[in-house]
């Protein structure tokens, strides 16, 4: 089983590396892009033994003390079986 | 309409952050995490006025050109009405 974990930086947050990718764009030809924000995708490849449950509770117990800052970011997780 | 770039290393080229996270997790009280895989996820807002082909094809340009290197990386796209 695989887990997919996206990690933003909360919306009130500023994210200045989106924001220099968007204006960078702006000056480029690509047009049509109003906003970018960044953040981190982990895919993590799971242990075949764990039961869906067990790995919904484990991603989000590894996604919530390890891959996120709480303070500034916030994640969201998509198991794939 | 806002789209969902994933860059990740290509299967082939050693993710050494990767392993550097899975190997602490087996380090630390996390079990049954077999492999991570590190990338980047950008978020872009479209401008309404696009359609969804020309968002599509947008944003296919975007990721190909700009936030990928498709040396080593490659990309998917998910667009969200």
Redesign the interface.
């Given at each position: 089983m695989k887990a997919h974990v996206?990690?933003?930086l909360k919306r009130t947050v500023l994210d200045a590396q989106?924001k220099t990718?968007a204006e960078?764009?702006g000056r480029?030809a690509?047009?049509?892009?109003?906003?970018?924000?960044?953040?981190?995708?982990?895919?993590?490849?799971?242990?075949p033994?764990?039961t869906e449950e067990?790995?919904q509770a484990?991603v989000d117990?590894?996604a919530r003390e390890?891959?996120t800052n709480p303070v500034i970011e916030e994640y969201s997780i998509r198991l794939e079986p």
């Amino acid at each position: 089983m695989k887990a997919h974990v996206y990690v933003t930086l909360k919306r009130t947050v500023l994210d200045a590396q989106g924001k220099t990718i968007a204006e960078a764009l702006g000056r480029m030809a690509y047009k049509g892009v109003e906003d970018v924000r960044q953040g981190k995708y982990f895919v993590l490849t799971l242990a075949p033994s764990l039961t869906e449950e067990e790995a919904q509770a484990e991603v989000d117990r590894i996604a919530r003390e390890v891959l996120t800052n709480p303070v500034i970011e916030e994640y969201s997780i998509r198991l794939e079986p």
